[in-house]
T-cell receptor, first 112, second 112 residues
C-alpha cells in the first residue's frame, strides 16, 4: 500500500535532548513537508523540500532541522533549542508543486 | 498575519441538514484550494479541491464553491452525518512560496 509513514507515533523527550521524527513515503512524491499542530490551532509549516538535497524553512523553523538525502525520506530533528516542542507533528508530501498534499498519521511529541 | 482564515472555530449542525464551512483568503495569487478533514490524533485526509478557473466542484455529498472576487470559498456537506464530525481545514497553494497555507480549522459537530 502506498502512503506516508511517520514514526514513532508517541515520543517522550527530556528537556535538553534532541529527538528525530521519521517520515517515509513510497508514493514517489517529489515534495515533502513538516507541519506542527498545537491543541486548538491550525497547521504551521516548519520545513519543506521540493527535491532531494534541498529544503527551505517554513514559518516556524527555529529549533528544528531536516535533511533530504533520499527522495522517500524527510526526517525532522527537534533540537534542544526549540522552546516549546510539545505538539503533534505531521509529515506530508505532494507529487509536485501545487498538487494535492497527502499526510501521514502524525507523531505526538511530549517533553517531560 | 493569516492569509487563510476560517472565522468560525466551531459549528454544530443537526444530522441530515446542510453544513456550510467558510474560508476567506487574502492573497489574490492563490489559485488552488483544498479542504481537509481531521480526526483527533490522526493526519488530515483530503476531501475536495477547486482550481481558480472553476467556481464549483462537487464530489458526492461535498461541494466546494469559490468566489474569486470576494476571495471566499465554502464547503457544503449535504446531508450531514454524525461521522462528518471532525475539524475541517481550508488550504491554499501559494505559488510564490511554493507551499500550502492552511487555515486554523473549523470543528464541525453533527448532532444525531
Amino acid at each position: 500500500d502506498g502512503g506516508i509513514t511517520q514514526s514513532p507515533k508517541y515520543l517522550f523527550r527530556k528537556e535538553g535532548q534532541n529527538v528525530t521524527l521519521s517520515c517515509e513515503q513510497n508514493l514517489n512524491h517529489d515534495a515533502m513537508y513538516w507541519y506542527r499542530q498545537d491543541p486548538g490551532q491550525g497547521l504551521r509549516l516548519i520545513y519543506y523540500s521540493q527535491i532531494v538535497n534541498d529544503f527551505q524553512k517554513g514559518d516556524i523553523a527555529e529549533g528544528y532541522s531536516v535533511s533530504r538525502e533520499k527522495k522517500e525520506s524527510f526526517p525532522l530533528t527537534v533540537t534542544s533549542a526549540q522552546k516549546n516542542p510539545t505538539a503533534f507533528y505531521l509529515c506530508a508530501s505532494t507529487q509536485s508543486s501545487g498538487n494535492t498534499i497527502y499526510f501521514g498519521e502524525g507523531s505526538w511529541l511530549t517533553v517531560v | 498575519d493569516q492569509q487563510v482564515k476560517q472565522n468560525s472555530p466551531s459549528l454544530s449542525v443537526q444530522e441530515g441538514r446542510i453544513s456550510i464551512l467558510n474560508c476567506d483568503y487574502t492573497n489574490s495569487m492563490f489559485d488552488y484550494f483544498l479542504w481537509y478533514k481531521k480526526y483527533p490524533a490522526e493526519g488530515p485526509t483530503f476531501l475536495i479541491s477547486i482550481s481558480s478557473i472553476k467556481d464549483k466542484n462537487e464530489d458526492g455529498r461535498f461541494t466546494v464553491f469559490l468566489n474569486k472576487s470576494a476571495k471566499h470559498l465554502s464547503l457544503h456537506i449535504v446531508p450531514s452525518q454524525p461521522g462528518d464530525s471532525a475539524v475541517y481545514f481550508c488550504a491554499a497553494w501559494d505559488n510564490y512560496g511554493q507551499n500550502f497555507v492552511f487555515g486554523p480549522g473549523t470543528r464541525l459537530s453533527v448532532l444525531p
